[in-house]
C-alpha cells in the first residue's frame, strides 16, 4: 500500500526466486533522501528443483540464505543477530490476504514442484528458516512487477506502471482500494493507492482473441501447464527459442520446404534446446552474408547452411521477436486505457528488455499506434529500464510494511511479532 517517500531507512535482506537464478540481497536504506547500498549474491537454480518437491526448494533457497549471511557477517552465532526484515519476490500468481503471505495459485515459466500450489508459501519458508535459526523476519511477500513498480517510483514519480518482459512477462499498477471489490472488507480509505499485480500472462487462456499458430499450440501443450499462461507462451523469454525452434523442425520434415536437407538436426530437435539469446544473435548478425548466424547454427547445432536458409532464420527471428514486442506493448496499454493514463514513464525489467535487440523501438511503435499518438507527437508513456525491482523495491516494501506497524495501521499484516 502506498508509494515510498525517499526517507525509508535501515538494512534489509531481500531473496528474489521467480526465474532462471535465486538472488539474495542486502540493502541498506541511507538517511540521504532516495540513496542505498546493495551487497548482493546470484545463486543458480538447478533445474532439477524447479520440476522436484517442495522440501527441497525451501532447503535450497534457506542454505543460499544462510550461505550469503555467514559471508557477510561474521558472527560464530547467527542466532545472536538481530533479526533482519527480509523482502520475498515470489514472482508468481499468489493470493494475498495478507503483504506477508500468498497462497501459490498455479506455477508458471516451467517451474512444476508438487506439494506447493494452493498451499501458503510463507510457513514453508519460515520452517526452512526457522530449521537453520537464521536471523531472518519475512515482512513481506511481492511480486517481482509489485518491486519494479516501487523501486521506480521511488526515484521517478511519474512511474506508474512496473513491468517485467524476461522469463515471463507481467506488469503492475496502483489501484485506489475503493475500486477493488474483493477488498471492501477491510474497510481501507478508498483513495488509498494499493498495488495490483495484473497477472496478464494469463490473458486470454480461453484462445478468444488472439490468433494462435500451430507452433503455438504446440509450446503449450507440451509444457507442464497446459491451457495456462496463453499470452505469456507468445511472448516471453522462455518460450521465443522454442518457438523459433518448433518453426524450424517443421519446416524441416516438410521435404518440399527444402530446409536443412540432408543434413542431421537431432539437436535442433531437442525441446528447450535454444533460449533467446540465441534468436537475440541472430537479429545481432552485423554481416550482409550472415555469418554470425552461420557460425551459430555450426557451432551450436552442428548444422551447414546456405544462403536462403540464413534469410529465413533472420526472418524468423525478426517475425518472433517483433511479434513479442508489439504484444508486450499490449499489456503496457490496457492498464493506460484502463486508468486513462494519458502520459507516464513505465519500468521495465528482464532479459528480454534488457537484451533483446530493437525490442524496445518495436514496443514503442506498437504504443504508438495503440494509443493514437499525433504524428510528430513525443512518446507520451515510455517504457524505461527500470530500478532494481526485486531488491531495492522488495526492501523498500519491507520498510513501507514495518512503518505502517509502528504507525498502529495493522490492516494486512500477518506478522508483527518484533516489530512492536
Ligand atoms: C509470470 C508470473 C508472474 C511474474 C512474471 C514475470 O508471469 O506468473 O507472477 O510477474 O512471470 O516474472
Known amino acids: ?111 512444476d514442484i508438487s506439494g506447493v500450489e494452493g498451499k501458503d508459501v510463507a510457513p514453508l ?32 514519480d511519474t512511474m506508474k506502471i512496473g513491468c517485467i518482459f524476461g522469463t515471463g512477462c507481467n506488469a503492475a499498477y496502483m489501484e485506489n482500494c475503493g475500486s477493488i471489490p474483493k477488498i471492501a472488507d477491510y474497510n481501507l480509505p478508498p483513495e488509498m493507492p494499493i498495488a495490483i499485480n495484473c497477472e496478464y500472462g494469463a490473458f486470454d487462456n480461453e484462445h478468444v482473441v488472439l490468433p494462435r499458430t500451430s507452433y503455438d499450440v504446440i509450446v503449450d501443450e507440451d509444457s507442464p501447464r497446459p491451457g495456462q499462461q496463453a499470452f505469456e507462451k507468445m511472448i516471453a523469454g522462455l518460450y521465443l527459442g522454442e518457438l523459433f525452434r518448433l518453426v524450424l ?3 524441416h520434415d516438410n521435404k518440399s520446404c527444402n530446409v536443412f536437407q540432408g543434413q542431421d538436426i537431432s539437436k535442433l530437435r531437442k ?25 551459430l547454427f555450426k ?13 529465413l532464420c533472420r526472418r524468423l527471428a525478426e517475425l518472433i521477436g517483433t511479434r513479442a514486442a508489439r504484444l508486450s506493448a499490449c499489456g503496457v496499454a490496457a492498464i493506460c486505457k484502463k486508468k486513462d493514463i494519458k502520459s507516464c514513464h513505465v519500468g521495465a525489467d528482464g532479459s528480454v528488455f534488457n537484451k533483446y535487440p530493437h525490442f524496445k523501438a518495436r514496443g514503442a ?44 495501521n495493522l490492516a494486512g499484516i500477518r506478522n508483527t511479532e518484533g516489530i512492536i
Open 1 to 111: 500500500m502506498g508509494y515510498p517517500d525517499g526517507n525509508e531507512t535501515g538494512t534489509y535482506l531481500s531473496l528474489d526466486m521467480g526465474g532462471t537464478n535465486l538472488r539474495v540481497c542486502e540493502i541498506v536504506l541511507l538517511e540521504e533522501k532516495g540513496e542505498f547500498d546493495i551487497i548482493q549474491s546470484k545463486y543458480r537454480m538447478p533445474e532439477e528443483l524447479k520440476t522436484g518437491e517442495s522440501e527441497e526448494l525451501w532447503e535450497y533457497i534457506a542454505d543460499c540464505i544462510q550461505q550469503f549471511i555467514e559471508y557477510h557477517h561474521e558472527v560464530e552465532n547467527l542466532e545472536q543477530l538481530d533479526k533482519i526484515p527480509l523482502g520475498f519476490t515470489f514472482s508468481f500468481p499468489a493470493t494475498q490476504t495478507y503483504i506477508d503471505n500468498g497462497i501459490l495459485q498455479r506455477w508458471t515459466k516451467g517451474f
Open 249 to 251: 523442425v517443421d519446416l
Open 125 to 156: 519458508f519460515e520452517a526452512a528458516i526457522a530449521k537453520r535459526k537464521l536471523p531472518i523476519r519475512l515482512s513481506a511477500l511481492i511480486n517481482d512487477t509489485t518491486g519494479t513498480l516501487i523501486a521506480s517510483a521511488y526515484t521517478d
Open 365 to 408: 511503435v506498437a504504443l504508438r499506434e495503440i494509443l493514437d499518438w499525433k504524428q510528430g507527437e513525443k512518446d507520451l508513456v515510455s517504457i524505461l529500464a527500470a530500478e532494481d525491482g526485486s531488491g531495492v523495491g522488495a526492501a523498500l516494501i519491507a520498510a513501507l510494511t514495518i512503518k505502517r506497524v509502528k504507525e498502529g
Open 271 to 295: 525441446a528447450y534446446t535454444l533460449d533467446s539469446s540465441f534468436l537475440s544473435l541472430i537479429e545481432e548478425d552485423p554481416f550482409e552474408n550472415l555469418s554470425d548466424t552461420s557460425n
Open 299 to 311: 557451432n551450436e547445432l552442428g548444422i551447414i547452411t546456405n544462403k536462403p536458409e540464413l534469410e
